[in-house]
């Protein structure tokens, strides 16, 4: 089921005060009030003004982040979008609650919330395991579609302070990644709730249950689940279409709560930059305040999936690519978020994570395409990491001590790459969820990145029967026109022998693997970048 304007959801508030449970009646009052002040600063709440945003140093050189997807939706940890799809029936996770807790007119998502505990969460320990593993910025989510902020928030008395584990995740972890070095990002998927938990007032089609309401649709409930008119599921629609004012200005309220209390180094939003006006003043509110605390530059990120706010050269914040990889270098950088496994936790999914290969051949690709990895790590409902994640983590850990010198602080080459799989991914023409069309790369896909003068080669697997490696970039009639090669080193090794002429360069490498995934080259010389 799809909606238009003209099917305008009406009466919806989630966790709104009662004042906006008719927003029909407030929109006009809303749209002609002034927004709440902001933070004094050099931007505006204008794409006019926010055009001056400047991507910071610290993001360019950063690749590598960590994010933690946790929250209520976890306690159940059956997967992601829990809140929503046991309201819909015949989806999985709808038969699942139904066999589990019982049909969702009499035990709802609400009633799931206690049994998320965090009684194992330590966010020093875990803060201390990705800083090891290479991350540099770690992210929290702020609050999912399903409603429930992680902060004492101002605004929604359904957060994880006065309910579930009873404490302030949001300020946790920036305590720890404060603690450990490390930029802290905050995650917003709430712009979207509005029509997101509309599958809980829903009901049955067929069956003994049909007809019968969800808990959603009982008046008590409507402050957390919010109230409308139509149900919105299974088919929901991605953009603002029937979304009151007094919506947008709740969203406002609780993000910039947010960003007052913890002013995170990015703010992450699941989506375009909400509500224009709004969105834009939580921008410009967002690069103020951090300016302020560095001598009038922005130092903040936000990061925003659609191009008109992240159009390279002009835009006004970060671009994300959920679960993909654009098809070239992008003159500016940008950011893929991805998962090993769903989003939130899934014990179904335990043993069948991304391998390591896959986050290294993902890492290194995205780098070498001016970009950042955001990899997430799913926690239980305890919050401590399960074995096969630690396992996942180990190896990335122990493939950066020996490569990272080729990750951090580079910029990319001539090309990214070259092999079997670019000229593939070359006709790849969506970058958003397009990482499923990958497959592992080979020793045949070499991906470059550079740091100064030098020149950094991967190639993604070892040469069979050890035979030389070749690099035809590289070769002397090339078109990339490369310089002298005066040296070639392999990172975890040391210097390797090689030769170069018009077919490119051709590396004898040793007897012995130096690892298990990608290996890099650094190559030094004359005219090289």
Known sequence: MSISRRSVLKGFALGVPSLYLNPAGVAAKARSAALPTIEKGPFE?????????????????AKFGIWAHWGPQSAVEYGDW????????????????????????????????????????DPEYLLGLYKKAGAKYFMSMGVHHDNFDLWNSKYNRWNSVKMGPGKDIVGMFRDAARKHGL???ISDHLWISYKWFSSSKGSDKDGPMAGIRYDGANPKNFEYYGRCDEVLAPDLDWNEDGIPESWKKHWYDR?????????PDLLY????????????NILAHLYNQNAAKHGGKTQAVYTSKRLRDSAQGTGICVLDVERGV?????????????????????RERVGHYKSVKTVVDMLVDIVSRNG???????????????????????????????NSEGIYATRPWKIYGTGPEEDKSNKEKKAQFNENNRKDLTYEDIRFTTKGKTLYAFFMGWPENNNPLLIKALGTASDQKTGNIENVELLGYGKVDFKRDQEGLKVNLPAQQTGEHAFTLKISGQDLV
């Open 82 to 121: 829990y809140a929503r799809n046991m309201y819909i029936q015949g989806y999985k996770q709808n038969e699942y609650h139904l066999k589990t807790y019982g049909h969702p007119s009499k035990v709802g998502f609400k009633d799931t919330i206690p049994a998320w505990k965090a009684e194992k969460f």
């Open 45 to 61: 709440g204008t794409r006019a003004s926010l055009q001056a945003y400047e991507i910071p140093e610290w993001f360019r050189d």
């Open 372 to 402: 950042n990895l955001m990899l997430n790590f799913p926690l239980p409902a305890s919050g401590m990491l399960d074995p096969d994640e630690l396992n996942v983590l180990d190896g990335i850990t122990k493939w950066m001590a020996v």
């Open 269 to 280: 939003c699941d989506g375009h930059v909400p509500f224009e006006e709004y969105g834009l």
């Open 326 to 346: 654009v098809d070239k270098i992008w003159p500016l950088p940008w950011q893929t978020d991805t998962c090993i496994g769903d989003w939130h936790y899934n």
């Open 255 to 263: 993000i910039k709560d947010l960003v007052d209390n913890y002013q």
């Open 183 to 185: 930029k802290f990002g």
